[in-house]
């Protein structure tokens, strides 16, 4: 069954780097993101763990945690830390899942259709499906999904404009354009009428009938 947008994210409870974690309460109030990756000491998944360690001021300017998976052992992921920070320049505080058991993997639908994944003998190829983001919102439901192939480095510049968009809009009457980051004017919603969305939101620039941008709410 695939994880879908606005679902209640899977719960679990798993062993990670930060102790015994049980999802929806460490996620709290707060919103969350996970990160899934193949396997621990890949090339790419290095990079974009070191990415993440980097970015934790924004994440926590945000009220947002991070967590991260990999199908490996909690004691390989203490020593894959290491590379983290010595290739990022800053520590890799974030949790880290140990999904050997592929638990958190089949509960997300990280894995692809027609996957192959023997115990020992495994490859960071076998589970090349295996990294994807969810934007999980204080509610527990899916906010936002991506997936990407083992060869494509995530963009976590885009990841933290979507976080925003995410935010921005939740629970308000209004989207955000293509290409919108963070201070650009946003999308009302047609279900509010010209006078309500003025009323709501100020001075409407009304392109279409249908597509109208009102300055973002503080």
Request: aromatic letters at 10%; proline letters at 8%; one cysteine or more.
């Amino acid at each position: 069954m695939s994880v879908r947008i606005n679902d209640i994210a899977p719960d679990f409870t798993a062993n990670s780097t930060a102790g015994q974690i049980k999802l929806h309460d460490w996620i709290g109030d707060s919103y969350a993101i996970i990160f899934s990756h193949p396997r621990d000491f890949t090339p790419v998944c290095t990079t974009e763990f070191g990415a993440v360690a980097q970015l934790a001021p924004e994440f926590a300017k945000r009220k947002t945690k991070v967590l991260g998976v990999s199908v490996d052992s909690v004691e390989e992921h203490v020593k894959w830390k290491n590379d983290i920070a010595a290739f990022a320049g800053a520590p890799a505080d974030f949790p880290i899942i140990d999904d050997t058991s592929l638990t958190v993997s089949k509960a997300f639908d990280m894995l692809p259709a027609d996957y192959y994944l023997p115990g020992a003998d495994r490859t960071p190829a076998n589970t090349a499906t295996v990294r994807a983001v969810y934007i999980i919102g204080p509610d527990k439901k899916i906010r936002l999904t991506m997936t990407y192939p083992m060869s494509v480095g995530r963009n976590f510049a885009e990841i933290l404009r979507a976080l925003d968009a995410v935010q921005a809009t939740d629970g308000v009457p209004i989207a955000t354009p293509a290409n919108w980051v963070p201070g650009q004017d946003v999308i009302v919603a047609n279900s509010l009428d010209n006078a309500a969305a003025e009323a709501k939101f100020g001075p409407l620039d009304i392109k279409l009938p249908y597509l109208r941008f009102a300055k973002a709410p503080k």
